[in-house]
């Protein structure tokens, strides 16, 4: 799903950001989820087998639906076309750095500050006495 | 070129999964993860906005997103670690008590 985001992004002239978010996601917050998990080492929870009887109905809902989104994006890559207009490239790099570091001064300085704090309340958060 | 409509459809369609995700689960993981499909539909529609009117100030705005989602990631799977030190389980209805 990151992937597929980025690959809009891509589409929508940002690849600047199309870049940062694989890199963020795919490089970051999902290896920190993976890692978490693998760093719980969770048992079995009992509750989850009421649930997934529950839920057991909803693939007969989930599997057509992927099957005909399956034929959507497959009909969709068969009829693409050249792109009408190449438009101005918005999101370049050079263009968000000319902005972000102009006009967004002030904000950019204060996402390190909120970045060490996280970082901070990180350590604090996981340590063993808490 | 793509419409905007369809972005702003899978936009959200992707929010609509985030808040289900968010209601429905009770895992504390799944609901984070939950959040960052919320955040990234929110992402989607702000580039697709940004693309639309030929403006730079939708990407910045994706890019602050973007780190407090990374701070947001930090300090939850911190506190995920310090739950299930504590309880022994992620399940959310399981931490029921403000101090123990």
């Given at each position: 799903?990151l ?13 600047f ?67 009408a ?19 967004y ?26 | ?41 929110v ?13 730079i ?44």
């Amino acid at each position: 799903m990151l992937t597929s985001i980025s690959a809009l992004f891509v589409l929508l002239q940002a690849e600047f950001l199309a870049v940062i978010n694989v890199i963020v996601y795919a490089g970051a917050i999902m290896v920190l989820f993976v890692f978490v998990i693998m760093l719980l080492n969770l048992p079995a929870d009992p509750s989850d087998e009421k649930e997934t009887d529950r839920l057991r109905w909803l693939k007969f809902i989930g599997i057509p639906l992927g099957i005909f989104l399956l034929f959507l994006v497959g009909a969709t890559v068969l009829n693409v076309g050249t792109s009408a207009n190449a438009t101005q490239m918005t999101g370049t790099a050079e263009a968000i750095g000319q902005s972000m570091f102009t006009d967004y001064l002030l904000p950019f300085e204060l996402t390190s500050l909120l970045i060490l704090i996280a970082l901070m309340g990180a350590v604090v958060f996981a340590k063993k006495d808490l | 070129m793509i419409p905007l409509n369809w972005y702003l459809i899978l936009g959200a369609v992707l929010f609509l999964v985030g808040v289900l995700g968010f209601f429905l689960k009770r895992n504390i993981i799944a609901l984070l993860l939950s959040v960052e499909i919320m955040l990234n539909a929110v992402n989607l529609t702000f580039v697709a906005f940004s693309s639309q009117h030929g403006q730079i100030r939708g990407q910045i705005f994706v890019f602050f997103v973007l780190v407090v989602a990374a701070a947001e990631a930090a300090v939850g799977l911190a506190l995920v670690i310090a739950m299930f030190r504590n309880r022994e389980s992620l399940n959310v209805d399981r931490s029921n008590l403000l101090k123990w």
